[in-house]
């Protein structure tokens, strides 16, 4: 299938159904809820903390990471400060696979200065400093900007600005996260995608030619993809 193609195909699909497909992923369905128990700065922190660590999980995502997620926090109340929030997903993360990896993964952004900064920050802030954060969570966890992890980080971000009904965030410039549905469906499409890299560049430049046509950012494209996936073709 061609790049006109793949483009073609996806520019039928109206904004209003892009929208139903973001909310459907698990990260929306399990959290959505603690975005107005916690306030949005405290349920940016642990989105982007979440997000950090959704990988090498014990089963899909959707069953095996998020839902469980919700429940551990479902036993505690309000956090004080990004430190208390700490306490309780270690109780989460100290029961998933490579734990050590994942509690200094969460130490180390908990107890930064970014995580401090957008604990009481509001949504206007965090849409004007979106491509900033990026940069500053990639420097913070000594990753790439391109990283698999840093990239779901700031999708969960942008869902957290969705949730909020706010859309004027800028989130073209941040590449598609690539797991191992996305880099699967890609090469399904026969387009002879060689690595990572390839494949971000692919999805870039749908993105860029969808969006003359439909006003979505990559959080939409990237949700459609991560859902269907694992499809057979009939099924899609």
């Keep these: 299938m061609t790049l006109a193609r793949v483009v073609s195909v996806l520019a039928q699909i109206p904004i209003e159904v892009w929208d139903k497909i973001t909310e459907k992923e698990p990260e929306w369905r399990n959290m959505k809820g603690y975005l107005e128990k916690y306030g949005f700065g405290r349920f940016a922190v642990l989105m982007l903390a979440a997000g950090l660590n959704d990988f090498q999980l014990k089963g899909k995502a959707e069953v095996a990471y998020w839902p469980k997620l919700r429940e551990t926090l ?5 956090q004080d400060s990004p430190k208390d929030l700490e306490s309780i997903l270690s109780e989460f993360y100290r029961d998933e696979r490579l734990p050590e990896l994942k509690l200094t993964r969460l130490n180390r952004f908990l107890s930064s200065k970014l995580a401090r900064k957008l604990w009481s920050a509001k949504p206007d802030e965090v849409i004007r400093d979106f491509l900033k954060i990026w940069y500053e969570l990639a420097n913070t966890m ?3 900007r391109d990283a698999k992890t840093i990239t779901f980080a ?6 957290t600005l969705l949730m909020s009904g706010k859309t004027d965030f800028s989130f073209e410039r941040i590449p598609i ?15 002879g995608v060689k690595d990572d890299n390839d494949v971000r560049e692919f999805w870039n430049k749908v993105l860029e030619e969808l969006r003359k046509e439909v006003p979505i950012n990559m959080i939409h494209l990237d949700s459609l ?8 073709k ?3």
């Design 74 to 78: 479902e036993r505690h109340g309000i």
């Design 142 to 144: 000594r990753q790439s």
């Design 154 to 159: 700031m999708k969960c971000l942008g869902i």
């Design 177 to 191: 996260p690539v797991d191992y549905r996305v880099r699967t469906f890609t090469e399904r499409l026969g387009l």
């Design 225 to 232: 993809i991560w859902q269907i996936g694992t499809l057979s």
């Design 234 to 236: 009939y099924e899609i």
